[in-house]
């Protein structure tokens, strides 16, 4: 084994690869956020923007295979994470002291599973288009805004979508202050300023996705025509 692998195999590899991973990811969030949050301009400007990267053909199936890498090396690190430390506790604390890991610290594997199931729906819902067969013809038709549209004013949808942002800003608070923290960015006097910089961008994060789904269901966000 060469020093690279056995580095990248051991705990702080494994963490590394954890947070650059973590950081593509969380680009790849923000800017898939820019990007719907265009859906307040209007269904022109919304399926322009859907055109625009469909346009891309080979390189956007580049940016796929790179996105599905990143994700599969941030869930293998992680898996392979929590067994160790696991291994190494094999037990558990007598007393968990609650005040010291934050809430979504210590639930940072279940709020990431379930990030995980969302993004499976969330392909079988716009991208695959099978969740709901009410979206095929306007996603055949390239009207993307329509078919957002459409799919959130279902309410039980767009409920489970507000869930799963919420879930995703959870997961974001402690990742964003861990991504910090393994690249040896922190002091006692910086960590603060790192935590409410993790809340703010996290909370931010949260509020953009939901207000998509919710101005939806508030009619604020019409479908085209204006019904
Ligand atoms: C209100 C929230 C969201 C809306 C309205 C939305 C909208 C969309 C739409 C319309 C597509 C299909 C684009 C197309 O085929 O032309 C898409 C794809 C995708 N979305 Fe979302 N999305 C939301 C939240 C999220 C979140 C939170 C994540 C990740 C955690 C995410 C990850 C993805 C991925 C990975 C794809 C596939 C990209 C591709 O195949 O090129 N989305 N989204």
Redesign the pocket.
């Given at each position: 084994m060469n020093f690279t692998a056995g580095y990248l195999q051991s705990s702080v590899g494994k963490k590394l690869i954890m947070a650059i991973s973590g950081i593509i990811l969380i680009g790849?969030?923000l800017g898939?956020l820019i990007g719907?949050l265009q859906?307040f301009s209007g269904p022109e400007k919304f399926n322009n923007y859907?055109k625009f990267?469909?346009s891309l053909g080979g390189l956007?199936w580049v940016?796929?295979i790179f996105?599905l890498g990143t994700l599969l090396a941030h869930i293998i690190s992680a898996v392979a994470l929590t067994k160790e430390n696991k291994a190494a506790r094999p037990i558990g604390y007598q007393n968990e002291n609650t005040n010291v890991a934050s809430w979504s610290s210590r639930t940072m594997v279940i709020s990431g599973m379930v990030?995980a199931a969302?993004?499976i729906y969330?392909?079988l819902h716009?991208?695959i288009v099978v969740a709901d067969p009410e979206l095929i013809p306007l996603?055949d038709n390239h009207d993307?805004f329509s078919?957002?549209v459409i799919g959130?004013q279902k309410p039980i949808v767009a409920a489970s979508?507000i869930v799963?942002?919420g879930l995703?800003c959870f997961h974001l608070n402690h990742a964003i202050f861990s991504v910090f923290q393994t690249l040896g960015i922190n002091s006692s006097s910086m960590d603060k300023k790192i935590k409410l910089f993790s809340t703010a961008l996290s909370t931010l994060i949260f509020l953009g996705?939901?207000s998509?789904?919710v101005s939806i269901l508030l009619n604020i966000v019409k479908p085209q025509g204006g019904m």
């Open positions: 790849f969030i898939h719907n859906v859907a990267l469909q956007l940016a796929r996105l990030i969302f993004v969330h392909l716009f991208t996603k993307i078919m957002v959130f979508y799963a942002v995703l996705y939901a998509i789904p």
